[in-house]
């Protein structure tokens, strides 16, 4: 099993950057697949960004190719998301999880308990 907790959401204006970090106890992050999904009020939960485990090869959603990176550093056991250009679209309950499979997959087994990210336009 693995826990994970989040920190470094909070209130940025449009245009501003943001580090997410997701620290995980138990095995190190890079024997999971990691991601981050994010959920704003009344619409669905969506996937944002993946790293997968032993390769460490990512992907992104569409709509935050190019402003966001995912990153992992074992030593840490941290998994972190650089947010840049921030739009206030991008507000939302910022969630991380983690998978045993090498598939980046829509329902991962673990998730953290959620950062809030506001961006005021």
């Known amino acids: 099993q693995v826990q994970l907790v989040e920190s470094g959401g909070g209130l940025v204006q449009a245009g501003g950057s943001l580090r997410l970090s997701c620290a995980a106890s138990g095995r190190t992050v890079s024997t999971y697949t990691m991601g981050w999904f994010r959920q704003a009020p009344g619409k669905e939960r969506e996937f944002v960004a993946g790293?997968?485990?032993?390769?460490?090869?990512?992907r992104y959603a569409e709509s935050v190719k190019g402003r966001f990176t995912i990153s992992r550093d074992s030593a840490k056991n941290t998994v972190y998301l650089q947010m840049n250009s921030l739009k206030p679209e991008d507000t939302a309950v910022y969630y991380c999880t983690a998978d045993g499979g090498v598939v980046l997959t829509t329902n991962p087994s673990y998730w953290g308990q959620g950062t809030q990210v506001t961006v005021s336009s």
């Open positions: 790293i997968r485990k032993s390769s460490g090869s990512t």
